[in-house]
């Protein structure tokens, strides 16, 4: 039975990869999608969720608009790594389609509480529409499958020198989604800047045909942080998150204590990891299968593209 995977995402240059990956697997049913404030507004990361929807030919999938900016403080987007739009260069047909009507918040809640179980919640943005839910309906702690997220860092930040964007975004959400009654399974910048699209990576991505043309390959190679130690090429990171679900398989992880800087002069939104702890609350991912994570994303694309131009 493939997994029954609801994505909490902010789109988003690797959301929108990540998006495609969630579709493409037969081995993920992607049963709803819900969207944030985070990369850039609220408006454009709902309008790109919906487009591409439309575009990658998975119409039936619920999408649903959330919060717009973090619980307590103003909103900070991210539109200097992923274009103003959230798509970088990409422009995608108007979507004909429309949101749910239902407040992505509720849609998070009924969709688990449906099925207790069964859900595997992944979020790749700024947490606030997971702690909004948590507020509401702390049960849907116990009740999905499974929660990973893209986000946090043992090492080094990149909105800062201590924090990563999604949990510096809204670290007050943070704090709250890590102090529930669920294990957080935390794909991290330690992670995910393994998970470069090098080179060779986009020359065999170049041979997909339209979809790589139009999308995968533009959305890959839009952003260069020449700052980032060992730079081989922009990291996909969200893409890590939902491979996770299907795959856990190519991830080395370790349990830890992971808590949240909300007060810090210089290290708020800090993921403060201790992989010591006798209460850890997370599963921490620490090496990927670099060859293996890239064979694996690789067939999944090439199985949408040649469905794209059928």
Request: proline share 5%; net charge negative; hydrophobic share 45%.
């Amino acid at each position: 039975m493939p997994y029954k995977l609801l994505l909490d995402c902010d789109p988003g240059l690797d959301d929108a990869l990540a998006l495609l990956l969630a579709h493409g697997d037969p081995n993920i049913e992607l049963v709803g999608i819900t969207t944030v404030g985070g990369n850039v507004a609220l408006q454009n990361t709902t309008r790109n969720a919906l487009q591409l929807r439309e575009y990658l030919k998975f119409p039936k999938v619920p999408v649903s608009a959330g919060a717009a900016g973090p619980l307590t403080r103003t909103f900070r987007d991210a539109a200097h790594v992923h274009g103003a739009s959230g798509l970088g260069n990409v422009v995608l047909p108007e979507a004909t389609l429309a949101v749910t009507g239902i407040h992505a918040v509720d849609a998070i809640i009924e969709l688990i509480t449906a099925t207790p179980g069964t859900i595997h919640l992944v979020a790749t943005g700024p947490l606030t529409n997971i702690a909004l839910a948590l507020e509401k309906e702390p049960a849907i702690a116990r009740w999905a499958a499974s929660f990973t997220i893209m986000g946090g860092s043992s090492t080094r930040g990149n909105a800062t020198a201590a924090a990563e964007f999604n949990i510096w975004a809204d670290p007050e959400a943070a704090r709250i989604v890590f102090d529930a009654d669920w294990r957080v399974t935390m794909i991290g910048l330690d992670l995910t800047l393994q998970a470069q699209a090098n080179s060779i990576v986009i020359d065999r991505m170049k041979k997909l045909g339209a979809l790589a043309d139009e999308l995968i390959v533009p959305l890959s190679t839009f952003y260069f942080n020449p700052n980032v130690p060992d730079w081989d090429g922009q990291a996909v990171h969200d893409v890590c998150a939902v491979a996770y679900v299907a795959r856990p398989d190519l991830f080395d992880c370790r349990l830890a204590r992971v808590d949240i800087e909300t007060t810090g002069e210089f290290t708020t939104g800090m993921t403060v990891v201790d992989f010591d702890s006798p209460s850890p609350n997370a599963l921490v991912a620490t090496k990927l299968d670099v060859s293996g994570f890239w064979a694996y994303v690789e067939t999944v694309y090439a199985r949408v593209a040649a469905e794209h131009t059928a």
